[in-house]
Structure formats: C-alpha cells, structure tokens
C-alpha cells in the first residue's frame, strides 16, 4: 500500500497516542472525523496498523535487566533452524529474537528480575535448547533509546 503525507501523519499520531480519538486526530490533521475513521480503517484492513499494545515500564512490573544474548548454531541446516525458533518463540523471557547474518546466528532480546532470574533462564531454558553451539551475553548498563516509533 501506497502511503500519502495524510497516512503518515495518522500514522505517526499513532504511534505517539493510539487512544486518541478520531476527533482529536482530526482536528491535529485538519480532516473531518469521517476521513480519519476511513483512513484508519483502509490502514487496520491494509496491514499496516498490525495491532494496538500497551507499552508497560518494565521496572514497575519487576523486569529491570536487559539482556542480549548471541546465538550460535551448532550446524546450520534448515531442521536446526526451524527447531531453533520454535523453541526460542515459546520462552516467554524472550522479547525478541533476529536472524542474523555475520558472527552470530541468532540476536535475543531478554528481559527478566535480575541476575538470578538471568541465570535460571540460561540454565532451565536456554541452554535446554538443542542445536546451540555457544552463546554470548551482553547486559545493558544504559538505555540510550527505546522507541517502538517508525520513521515515515
């Protein structure tokens, strides 16, 4: 789908504010509330809007460490693959997960309490995996940025 300056501008509002209403978007992008439904709607049916969340702040809900872990296959063949990210897919630690190219085959994204809880996750769960040849653990001292926002 082809996006025009009005989609991007809807778009954008979005993403800073899903719970605005039509008539609010309407009047920040000077269209009737009619023209904002219907643009939303083609938007939603389109594919572009995939799904409204609610962003929650991970300290008030006990999940302050972040952790990065590169992943290594031990032999690359589609089976591995496959099985690799189906297992990856079900642990709930895991925010997300990067096929790469480069050194490292796979990029996790995981948050959990603390240390502990890091080390029972690699112990009960990550390390459970079949197919991991090695893996490597980076933790985040400093959020720099975080934004779920594309650029349009």
């Known amino acids: 789908m082809k996006l025009d300056s009005i989609d991007k501008g809807i778009l954008r509002e979005l993403q800073k504010d899903c719970k605005q209403t039509h008539k609010a978007l309407s009047v920040k992008l000077n269209l009737s509330v009619t023209a904002i ?16 969340v609610a962003l929650i702040d991970k300290d008030k809900v ?17 089976e591995n693959i496959t099985d690799l990210e189906n297992e990856i897919s079900e642990l709930e630690e895991v925010v997300e997960c990067y096929h790469l190219s480069g050194e490292a085959d796979y990029l996790l994204k995981v948050y959990v309490r603390d240390m502990e809880h890091f080390r ?8 459970a995996i079949q197919h991991i040849g090695n893996s490597q653990t980076s933790f985040s001292i400093h959020e720099v940025k975080n934004s779920t926002a594309l650029y349009l």
């Open 37 to 52: 439904y219907e643009r939303i709607r083609k938007l939603e049916r389109s594919g572009v809007i995939k799904q409204y």
């Open 120 to 127: 029972d996750f690699m112990i009960t769960k990550l390390t």
């Open 62 to 78: 006990n999940l302050g460490l972040l952790v990065f872990c590169q992943i290594k296959l031990s032999k690359h063949i589609q």
